[in-house]
């Protein structure tokens, strides 16, 4: 039985791609809300909001990305195999990496959906 590291074995690597998403989130509707209300006016052009939540969007899925590398290689450490039901130090290891890396799916896929609305939608109307 190999010694996994503390730091390994942390649960706070399984909230990050949520917390990225849930910024994400936050900060493109914040941003297009004022810039709709004080900048650009009711039939304003969205440009300005659509390139800041461009690079938004870009930044999320880069940390996302990342995580879910991180993830993929926790998972994948010693060669495990699905499923990681033993009640082994490793196979909870490998578990975390595998939940970490299907919630960093779930959030690349809603950190997309939340920046198509600035992409269909030309103008604050």
Do not use: N
Request: net charge neutral.
């Amino acid at each position: 039985m190999a010694h996994l590291p503390e730091k390994d074995e942390s649960l706070w690597m399984l909230t990050v791609s949520p917390v990225v998403w849930s910024t994400h989130f936050l900060l493109s509707y914040v941003t297009v809300a004022i810039w709709c209300e004080k900048i650009a006016g009711r039939d304003g052009s969205l440009f300005g909001a659509r390139v800041a939540v461009a690079i938004y969007t870009a930044v999320a899925l880069i940390v996302i990305a990342i995580t879910a590398w991180s993830a993929y290689q926790r998972h994948r450490k010693r060669g495990g195999e699905l499923p990681h039901d033993a009640d082994t130090p490793e196979d909870r290891h490998r578990f975390l990496g595998f939940a970490t890396l299907l919630l960093s799916g779930l959030s690349a896929v809603a950190v997309i959906f939340d920046a198509l609305p600035a992409v269909i939608f030309g103008s604050c109307r």
